[in-house]
């Protein structure tokens, strides 16, 4: 079955950026979607068809997907940004999810 | 404004049956594929299963197939989840979320519920 894999964890400092990796077998022709969970809530889409930003999400999110890996990169990260963030993408109609990172920012 | 609404999550002894309902409004929601998606206390999210717009297709991950049976009825806007020969690893809180998408395609999941808890246990 297709897996996706992403770092556990990372920190960052606030109002630096911050690069999340998702590593996928030919993940770059696949479409990525990324979500943000903060605890207690419901996930968030923050990013889709690998690069795409809903109406709503600040421009300090952005995307990118290319070979085995896409990235999700918080640019001028805020303390409202602490959260879990998962990747996803489709593989034989199945919806794949990463294991998730727990961004911390302090 | 998009609300999905979960309810029908309970506790439920192994190999028991429960129905999970969503009821949707503030979109047209015969346009759009729907999902379930689950997350086990304390871990990631688990696609469970997919509906196309018009209930044609489905499709399953493997941890459910065999077991769950996905289905919507568009005069109600609802969507529903029936869980037969549950396990205790099937404990998770479990989501709608429509798709981005519409019709045939299969994209992202833009809108969630709050979730309903769902605990297998003797």
């Known amino acids: 079955s297709y897996e996706l894999t992403q770092p556990p964890s990372m920190s960052v400092s606030p109002g630096q950026t911050a690069s999340i990796t998702c590593s996928g077998d030919?993940?770059?022709?696949?479409?990525a979607s990324w979500y943000q969970q903060k605890p207690g809530q419901s996930p968030v889409l923050v990013i889709y068809?690998?690069?795409k930003r809903p109406s709503g999400i600040p421009e300090r999110f952005s995307g990118s997907n290319s070979g085995n890996t896409a990235t999700l990169t918080i640019s001028g990260t805020q303390a409202m940004d602490e959260a879990d963030y998962y990747c996803?993408?489709?593989?034989?109609?199945?919806?794949?999810f990463g294991g998730g990172t727990k961004l911390t920012v302090l | 404004e998009v609300q999905l609404v979960e309810s029908g999550g309970a506790v439920v002894q192994p190999g028991g049956s429960l129905r999970l309902s969503c009821a949707a409004s503030?979109?047209?929601?015969?346009?759009?594929?729907m999902h379930w998606v689950r997350q086990a206390p304390g871990k990631g999210l688990e696609w469970v299963s997919v509906?196309?717009?018009?209930?044609?297709?489905?499709y399953y991950a493997d941890s459910v197939k065999g077991r769950f049976t996905i289905s919507r009825d568009n005069n109600k806007n609802s969507l529903y989840l029936q869980m037969n020969s549950l396990r205790t690893e099937d404990t998770a809180l479990y989501y709608c979320?429509?798709?981005?998408?519409?019709?045939?395609?299969?994209?992202?999941?833009?809108?969630w519920g709050q979730g309903t808890l769902v605990t297998v246990s003797s």
């Open positions: 509906i196309t717009w018009d209930g044609g297709t489905t």
């Open positions: 068809l690998a690069s």
């Open positions: 030919k993940l770059g022709d696949k479409y």
């Open positions: 979320a429509k798709d981005r998408a519409k019709f045939g395609e299969l994209l992202s999941f833009d809108y």
């Open positions: 503030g979109f047209t929601f015969d346009d759009h594929p």
């Open positions: 996803q993408a489709w593989d034989s109609s199945t919806a794949v």
